[in-house]
C-alpha cells in the first residue's frame, strides 16, 4: 500500500479487511462436533443460487449457537472462496484435488466424509440442487447419521443444540417438524427457494483453508464424458413455467409450446407427458422431477396429483387449465380456466401476442 493510500482512512481501512480473508485459521480438531457446513456449490462459473440462500439461514444459526459458520468448496478459484466469506462463511475448507474439479456424487461423498470425520461439524447443510439430493443421503449413511430433505424452515433448540427442521409434505397441506437427537453430524437439505438469497458484504472476514483428501478415480463406478449447457433458463430458478399435462396430448402440445413463448416463460412437463413423449425427462416438474418457484405458473391439461403438488408448491400464482373442474390443481389455483384447452389456449396467445405487437404465425397445412 503507498503512502497516498494510507492517506484515505476508508481505503487503508477495506484493504486490511480483504487481506484478513485469506488468513488460514484453526478448524475443530476435538473430539466433540462443532460449528455449522455449508456444503458450496457452483453452477456455469458462480455460486449456485440454493448455496447463497442456504447461507442466510446458516448464519442466523451460527450467531443463535455461538458457532462458527463453515463452507465447504471443491474446486472452483480462490475468487469462490472469498465469495463465500462474503456471504457469511467464516471459513471455507477448499480443496482442488483433481478428481473433484467437476465432482461425481460418489467421489464427492467420500471426499466430504473424510473431511467431516475429522473436523467433525455438529450441523451439515445443503442446498437442494440436483447433485445434493444424491450426495446428503449417500454421505449421511457413510457417516451412519440422520437426514432429513426437502427443508422448508431451519429452527434451533440452543439448549439441546438441536437442528429443527420444518417439512411440507401432501402438497403443502402438512407441515412437520423433525430433529436428528442421537447422531451426529445433523444433515438436512433445504428446498430452493425456502429462504432468501444472503447478503453481499466483501469486507467480510474469514479464512481460507486448503484441506487435503485421498481419493482413488478407480472407486468411482462412473466417468465423466462431458458436460453440456441447458437450454434456456434453469427450469428449478425460471421466473415464469408453464406446464402441460398428459391430458394435452401430443396433438395440442404446439399449444403449451406457444404459451410458453407468449408468456415469456420456460416449458415444462408433468410425468404423464414425459412418458407420453410429448417432453424430455429432463423437463419434468414433480416428486420425482424438479421442483420449481415460479411467480407464475401455469398448469395445462394436468390433474395436480400430490406428486405433481410437491414440485410447485413454491409458486407464488397459479393458473390451471382444464375441462374437468374437480381436478385437484384446480381447487389449489388462484386462477382456474374450465374448458377445453384446444379453445383456450389459442385466444389466450392470440391476446398475449397481440400486447406484444406480434402477428400470428402462417398456417401451414
Not at 404423464?272 to 391439461?301: F, H, N, T
Request: aromatic share 6%; charged share 25%.
Amino acid at each position: 500500500m503507498s503512502s497516498q493510500d494510507m492517506d484515505n482512512p476508508w481505503l487503508a481501512w477495506a484493504m486490511t479487511q480483504e487481506s484478513q480473508m485469506t488468513v488460514s485459521g484453526t478448524l475443530n480438531t476435538g473430539n466433540e462436533y462443532r460449528n455449522i457446513w455449508v456444503y458450496a456449490e457452483l453452477r456455469a462459473g458462480f455460486l449456485a443460487p440454493e448455496t447463497r440462500q442456504v447461507f442466510n439461514k446458516a448464519r442466523e444459526l451460527g450467531d443463535l449457537l455461538g458457532a462458527r459458520v463453515q463452507a465447504v468448496l471443491f474446486g472452483g478459484e480462490e475468487s469462490h472462496a472469498k465469495d463465500l466469506i462474503a456471504y457469511g462463511a467464516d471459513t471455507v475448507l477448499w480443496s482442488q484435488h483433481a478428481q473433484l474439479l467437476s465432482p461425481l456424487v460418489e467421489l464427492a461423498t467420500q471426499a466430504l466424509g473424510q473431511l467431516v470425520e475429522t473436523y467433525k461439524p455438529e450441523i451439515l447443510l445443503f442446498g437442494g440442487t440436483r447433485l445434493a439430493e444424491d450426495l446428503a443421503p449417500r454421505l449421511a449413511a457413510r457417516l451412519a447419521t440422520g437426514y432429513i430433505a426437502d427443508a422448508t424452515d431451519l429452527e434451533l433448540d440452543d439448549a439441546e443444540r438441536l437442528l429443527r427442521v420444518t417439512r411440507s409434505t401432501f402438497g403443502g397441506k402438512i407441515q412437520t417438524v423433525s430433529v436428528i437427537a442421537e447422531r451426529k453430524p445433523q444433515v438436512a437439505l433445504v428446498r430452493g427457494g425456502s429462504f432468501r438469497e444472503a447478503d453481499y458484504d466483501r469486507f467480510r472476514a474469514g479464512e481460507i483453508v486448503a484441506v487435503d483428501v485421498q481419493l482413488d478415480e478407480t472407486d468411482a463406478t462412473a466417468r465423466l464424458l462431458e458436460t453440456r449447457a441447458s437450454e434456456g433458463v434453469d427450469l428449478e430458478n425460471a421466473r415464469i413455467v408453464v406446464c402441460g399435462g398428459k391430458g394435452v396430448g401430443k396433438e395440442n402440445w404446439h399449444l403449451v409450446e406457444q404459451l410458453a413463448e407468449a408468456l415469456g416463460g420456460e416449458l415444462a412437463g408433468t410425468k404423464g407427458a414425459v412418458a407420453a413423449g410429448c417432453i424430455d425427462a429432463s423437463r419434468q416438474v414433480g416428486l420425482a422431477g424438479k421442483k420449481v418457484k415460479p411467480e407464475l405458473y401455469v398448469g395445462v391439461g394436468l390433474s395436480g396429483s400430490l406428486d405433481h403438488q410437491d414440485g410447485i408448491a413454491g409458486a407464488r400464482t397459479l393458473v390451471a387449465v382444464n375441462k374437468d373442474r374437480e381436478a385437484p390443481l384446480m381447487a389449489l389455483a388462484d386462477y382456474a380456466l374450465v374448458g377445453d384447452l384446444a379453445e383456450i389456449l389459442p385466444s389466450w396467445i392470440k391476446s398475449l401476442r397481440e400486447r406484444q405487437g406480434k402477428r400470428e404465425p402462417v398456417a401451414t397445412r
